[in-house]
């Protein structure tokens, strides 16, 4: 999926697997922030997929949280790098990131009904496990700011509750 396994605070969730290898270097600050920002808004957009498609209200209902708390983070993000002058950097990562989501919400948007949900809720668990392993061992390790570090703790927080309502709605529909 990316060069490194970097993929996210604020991003989370709608497409598994590719985007996260081995880390081979470590990522500044202001691609941090940007694979942040990206991974954040890929799951706002497949939040709002999942919105349109989904007639099942427990899944509807995790769609609007993931929607409305990684637009949060994404703010906070953005406030963070407006305070701090930095410009985020766009890299491999969160260029791997973006490539990977489109041909995932292609993949999803596909289907309808139980087959729908199904794929987004394994989609949403994967992907935030991934994202979580990618905190704690590359993005909040690398991060030389201060702040930025304790944004990105504090993301992992929320995300780890993410995977554990996704894996949760995910049992209670099978």
Do not use: W
Not at 52 to 71: C, G, L
Not at 118 to 125: F, H, I, Q, R, T
Not at 145 to 173: D, I, M, P, R, S
């Amino acid at each position: 999926m990316f060069v490194r396994p970097i993929a996210a605070l604020a991003g989370l969730c709608l497409f598994a697997a590719a985007p996260f290898a081995q880390a081979q270097d470590k990522p500044t600050d202001p691609q941090i922030a940007h694979i942040a920002y990206t991974a954040g808004v890929i799951d706002v957009e497949a939040g709002k997929l999942a919105k349109d498609k989904s007639k099942t209200k427990d899944v509807v209902d995790f769609a609007n949280q993931m929607i409305q708390d990684h637009e949060a983070v994404n703010v906070q993000a953005l406030d963070l790098v407006k305070k701090l002058n930095v410009t985020p950097e766009d890299n491999a990562t969160s260029k791997a990131l973006t490539k990977a989501a489109t041909e995932k919400r292609a993949e999803l948007s596909a289907l309808d009904g139980a087959a729908f949900d199904k794929a987004y809720l394994d989609n949403e668990v994967a992907y935030h496990k991934q994202v979580n392993e990618a905190l704690e061992k590359v993005l909040i390790p690398s991060a030389q700011n201060a702040e930025l570090k304790q944004l990105l703790e504090t993301g992992l927080k929320l995300f780890q509750g993410h995977q554990a309502h996704a894996e949760q709605v995910a049992a209670e529909l099978k």
